[in-house]
Antibody, heavy 126, light 107 residues
Framework: QVQLQESGPGLVKPSGTLSLTCAVS?????????WSWVRQPPGKGLEWIGE???????NYNPSLKSRVTISVDKSKNHFSLKLRSVTAADTAVYHC???????????????????WGQGTLVTVSS | SYEVTQPPSVSVSPGQTARITCSGD??????AYWYQQKAGQAPVVLIY???ERPSGIPERFSGSSSGTTVTLTISGVQAEDEADYFC??????????FGGGTKLTVL
């Protein structure tokens, strides 16, 4: 069973850079899946940040694209998130997740996240 | 920006049927997915491709779609079903979009 675990600083100063890593265990990051970051501000809904394939190809949420970089390290079987120029509005629980191996009848890859990490709270505050 | 809209809360007694809706103009063109999130836990996918249920998800969870609204139906609600439920879809550019979530209270 795929397991994902987020790690990184729980406190980041305003205007700083948020950096998180997601360790993938019991499964290879070099398979056919894409890997995502999703965040959840306290008491609010989910927001998709972006995704990466092991080749390094990425897709980002346009609302965050100018500040986000997602990268992958196949040798360590993990992927990472960097969010620059953070403000209090970036305070959230950050989840990493796997885009599951689901396809429709035409072969299109479905946008469903089948395994999630527990999430890590990152607070932006001075 | 595109949004999908859910009711903030739904309440139901044990054994009854709960229906949680999700509305959005692009839903006729993009599949919907449903997740359950219990307090302090990671989300779990309940429904994909509007109506399909992953293996291991109880049959009491079902999904349906009609026009610009998709619905998650929980038949025979149990106390353990108390959780937040999120719908997810995509906008015209393919950007993933989540609803604001619906808190299901089992009375």
């Amino acid at each position: 069973q795929v397991q994902l675990q987020e790690s990184g600083p729980g406190l980041v100063k305003p205007s700083g850079t948020l950096s998180l890593t997601c360790a993938v265990s019991i499964g290879s990051i070099s398979g056919s899946n894409w890997w995502s970051w999703v965040r959840q501000p306290p008491g609010k809904g989910l927001e998709w940040i972006g995704e990466i394939f092991h080749s390094g190809s990425t897709n980002y949420n346009p609302s965050l694209k100018s500040r986000v970089t997602i990268s992958v390290d196949k040798s360590k079987n993990h992927f990472s998130l960097k969010l620059r120029s953070v403000t209090a509005a970036d305070t959230a629980v950050y989840h990493c997740a796997r885009r599951g191996p689901y396809y429709d009848s035409s072969g299109s890859y479905l946008k469903v996240l089948d395994y999630w990490g527990q999430g890590t709270l990152v607070t932006v505050s001075s | 920006s595109y949004e999908v809209t859910q009711p903030p809360s739904v309440s139901v007694s044990p054994g009854q049927t709960a229906r949680i809706t999700c509305s959005g103009d692009a839903l006729p063109n993009h599949y919907a997915y449903w997740y359950q999130q219990k307090a302090g836990q990671a989300p779990v996918v309940l429904i994909y491709k509007d109506t399909e249920r992953p293996s291991g998800i109880p049959e009491r969870f079902s999904g349906s779609s009609s026009g610009t609204t998709v619905t998650l139906t929980i038949s025979g609600v149990q106390a353990e079903d108390e959780a937040d439920y999120f719908c997810q879809s995509a906008d015209s550019s393919g950007t993933w979009v989540f609803g604001g979530g619906t808190k299901l209270t089992v009375l």
